[in-house]
Each structure stands twice: as structure tokens, then as C-alpha cells.
């Protein structure tokens, strides 16, 4: 599937509307192969990759995602896409999350 065919949210301020100087527009793809949900308690694991939402330890209106899925049921490439780099707003140093 290519990424020009996914859904996709537009957020930021010029996504809401508002367009003041240095505002910016963000566009978040829905992937149907992955799924989120708040709390393990509400889990449903079937063929997508299900992540949780961890939401100690960080500042209002953000989250970590805890990867739910046993990873060796997971094919190579997802693996290796779960190991790459997180990158750090504003520029900083790259991270690596593993959660697994």
C-alpha cells in the first residue's frame, strides 16, 4: 500500500485554521496495520502490530508507546523498523526506545 493511499489527519495550527507567523501544519498517516489502545486491560491482539499508550513520565498531551505484540511473532523488517532511531524534538540527539 502506498503511503499516498492511507488516510491521514491534519494537525498543528495551520491544520486547525489558524495561520499566524511561524505556525506550522502537521499531517499524521493512519497505518491499518498498527493499532493503539489506552490501557493493555482493553487489548485485542489480532493480525496488527498493537501498541499501549504509557502516559507516566511525560509532559501533558504526550505519550510513550509500550510495544504489546510478542516481538517474535513479528517478521525481520518490523523488528528492524522498531530498532531504528527515535528522534528527539527540536533537534536533539537521536534515541533508541526499545520496548521489548
Same mark, same amino acid.
Not at 482493553?42 to 510513550?64: A, I, K, Y
Not at 509500550?66 to 527515535?86: D, E, G, H, R
Given at each position: ?13 495551520? /491544520? ?8 506550522? &501544519? ?5 497505518? !491499518? *496495520? &498498527?493499532? %493503539? ?9 489480532? *493480525?496488527?502490530? %498493537? ?7 511525560? !509532559? !501533558? ?5 509500550? $510495544? &504489546? ?5 513479528? !517478521?525481520? &523488517?518490523?523488528?528492524?523498523? $522498531?530498532?531504528?532511531? %527515535?528522534?528527539?524534538?527540536? /533537534? ?9
Amino acid at each position: 500500500m502506498s503511503s499516498k493511499n492511507l488516510p491521514h489527519i491534519s494537525s498543528g495550527s495551520k /491544520g486547525e485554521g489558524f495561520n499566524p507567523k511561524g505556525s506550522d &501544519y502537521d499531517i499524521m498517516q493512519i497505518i !491499518p *496495520w &498498527y493499532v %493503539v489502545y489506552e490501557s493493555d486491560k482493553n487489548v485485542v491482539q489480532d *493480525w496488527r502490530l %498493537v501498541l499501549v499508550m504509557d502516559t507516566e513520565d511525560t !509532559p !501533558p498531551c504526550f505519550t510513550q508507546l509500550q $510495544l &504489546y505484540t510478542n516481538i517474535s511473532i513479528l !517478521p525481520n &523488517y518490523i523488528k528492524q523498523q $522498531l530498532q531504528k532511531p %527515535v528522534q528527539q524534538h527540536r /533537534g536533539k540527539k537521536p534515541t533508541f526506545k526499545r520496548a521489548f
